[in-house]
Nanobody, 122 residues
């Protein structure tokens, strides 16, 4: 399985962006897709996750109410809609795929995309 993330860019505070992650290859119906982010000098932390079925989602407290994770199973694609962006959202965003169940830990995700940079100016 390969993951291809895209959609990052430079925006102003309050703007929106949508990240996409396309998974090539077979994915299990029990798989979990997640978005992590890593700011300079910081750990890579989970932002949001969803089961491939969409029945269970997770959001970090810092993004609840602003970010939405969704998936299009027909396109093997997971999205991260990011609204009301803040400068502290600036980071490289990585999509990740794991076998499930839904986890917030990096070690439970075996496949990673290449990362896409989101920069939010104040």
């Amino acid at each position: 399985v390969q993951l291809q993330a895209s959609g990052g860019g430079l925006v102003q505070a309050g703007d929106s962006l949508r990240l996409s992650c396309v998974a090539s290859g077979r994915t299990s119906s029990s798989a979990v897709m997640a978005w992590f982010r890593q700011a300079p000098g910081e750990e890579r932390d989970i932002v949001a996750a969803t089961t491939w079925s969409g029945t269970t989602t997770y959001y970090a407290d810092s993004v609840k109410g602003r970010f939405t994770i969704s998936r299009d199973n027909a396109l093997n694609t997971v999205y991260l809609q990011m609204n009301t962006l803040k400068p502290e959202d600036t980071a490289v965003y990585f999509c990740a795929l794991g076998p499930g169940p839904l986890s917030t830990r990096r070690r439970n995700y075996g496949y990673w995309g290449q990362g896409t940079l989101v920069t939010v100016s104040s």
